[in-house]
């Protein structure tokens, strides 16, 4: 590849940050083109005309223009990191499974969360606590045994669900209960490439 992967983000967004992640894990090359959502950017018409639904992220390759964060985990595994997506028909449908929970109880369980404290979004942090706990249970019951997600090597599976499970607590959600989450996590952060995603310390959020 000699061009490089555009990835319209904003870097304290969870969605765009596993974007981002896998892109700096595979070596994918790509450029940062930072989106200002507390500046309306996601709304300009330029914007909009990536992404109607005015949200990030937004990947541009070439002609090829996504959005949908899992999405475009599965393109780019499939273009320019095929190690990170198993072609085994069971193993790629747990990857599935990872990435539906991705966008089901851990969006709305500690992501929501997340967007209370972080942010000041009008949600009920209680049940979205509630639906962090049921998640992070399944997740932990789910490890035992085991180093990955699924099979014996980091997927997409595991970008998509690290980021706002490592940030769980700046919604008030403990980790603590959770040792096989936590040691996950620690091996998604020592793989060569990890990025960060900004933390807010809890009790000095937005």
């Known amino acids: 590849m000699t061009r ?11 969605h765009s940050h596993r974007v981002v992640l896998l892109a700096s894990l595979a070596g994918i090359p790509h450029e940062l083109v930072h989106v200002d959502l507390a500046a309306g950017a ?3 018409p330029a ?13 541009e ?9 899992n999405a475009i985990l599965v393109y780019l595994a499939r273009r320019y990191a095929p ?8 193993r790629e449908a747990e990857v599935q499974k990872f990435l539906s929970m991705a966008a089901g109880d851990i969006a709305f369980g500690p992501a929501a969360a997340r967007l209370v404290t972080v942010f000041g979004a009008r949600l009920d942090p209680s049940y979205a606590q509630a639906i962090a706990t049921r998640a992070f249970d399944r997740l932990e019951r789910h490890l035992e045994g085991r180093d990955w997600l699924v099979g014996d090597r980091p997927s997409i599976a595991d970008v998509a669900v690290y980021s706002y499970t490592a940030h769980a607590p700046e919604g008030n959600v403990s980790l603590a209960a959770y040792p096989r989450i936590r040691a996950l996590l620690a091996r998604i952060e020592a793989l060569p490439g990890f990025v960060p995603m900004p933390a807010t310390p809890v009790g000095l959020a937005a």
């Open 83 to 90: 190690a990170w997506l198993p072609t085994d028909p069971a």
């Open 4 to 14: 490089a992967v555009r990835i319209h983000h904003f870097p304290k967004s969870g």
């Open 61 to 69: 390759d070439g002609p090829t223009v996504l959005s949908d964060s």
């Open 42 to 44: 996601h709304k300009t």
């Open 47 to 59: 914007f909009l005309a990536l992404n109607p639904f005015g949200q990030v992220p937004v990947v």
